[in-house]
Nanobody, 123 residues
Framework: QVQLVESGGGLVQAGGSLRLSCAAS????????TGWFRQAPGKEREFVAA????????NYADPVKGRFTISRDNAKNTVYLQMNSLKPEDTAVYYC????????????????WGQGTQVTVSS
């Protein structure tokens, strides 16, 4: 069993930065692929980024490539999402999730989810 708690969301102006954190409990967390997803009002949940347990392999959605960086510290059971050059279209609730499927980008394959953290980017 894995429990995930996100933090670090907030209100930021366009062009600014935020760092989200996902703190996990459960000794097997380090064996999971961890992903970040987001959901804006009236839209479907979409993939943002994922990182394999080793931290050596990452995937990014095209809209965030070059602006967002996912990383993990298995010693701290924490995954981070550094978000730079934020745009108003990045506004959404951001969710952390864990999957046993290596490197997956499909939210259907994630078994554990956090409660989400709101990110609002003003223009």
């Amino acid at each position: 069993q894995v429990q995930l708690v996100e933090s670090g969301g907030g209100l930021v102006q366009a062009g600014g930065s935020l760092r989200l954190s996902c703190a996990a409990s459960g000794r097997t967390f380090r064996s999971y692929t961890t992903g970040w997803f987001r959901q804006a009002p009236g839209k479907e949940r979409e993939f943002v980024a994922a990182i394999r347990w080793s931290g050596r392999s990452t995937n990014y959605a095209d809209p965030v490539k070059g602006r967002f960086t996912i990383s993990r510290d298995n010693a701290k059971n924490t995954v981070y999402l550094q978000m730079n050059s934020l745009k108003p279209e990045d506004t959404a609730v951001y969710y952390c999730a864990a999957s046993v499927v290596v490197g997956t980008t499909s939210h259907f394959e994630y078994d554990y989810w956090g409660q989400g953290t709101q990110v609002t980017v003003s223009s």
